[in-house]
């Protein structure tokens, strides 16, 4: 995907900057020449795997774009904030983003 082709497709619609599923799903329909709805199963699909394959614990990764998958922390021992008494806090995973040094350089 050409830089120019990247701002096209993902620039903001809306006043405050912002990008919804369905302002993707619009801008997917005139990128590509497909009608909403395919365009709505596109953006669905593709967001449905990526979900799918974090759920499983594996990564995807998106060349030029970035990489998903799940970071963990690991469980520490924490204080209540307003007691001052000793908690366990357990093992946290999480779904991450690290971008691409090609998005990276999309954004200055």
Known sequence: MTDAAARGLFAPTKDDGRMNKQDLIRAV??????DR???ARLVEAILGKISQTLA???EVRLARFGRFYVGERKASLGRNPRTGAPLNISTIRRPKFRPAQG???LIK
């Open 56 to 58: 499983s614990g594996s």
């Open 29 to 34: 329909a005139e990128q590509t020449g497909f």
């Open 103 to 105: 998005l990276k350089g």
């Open 37 to 39: 709805s395919d365009a």
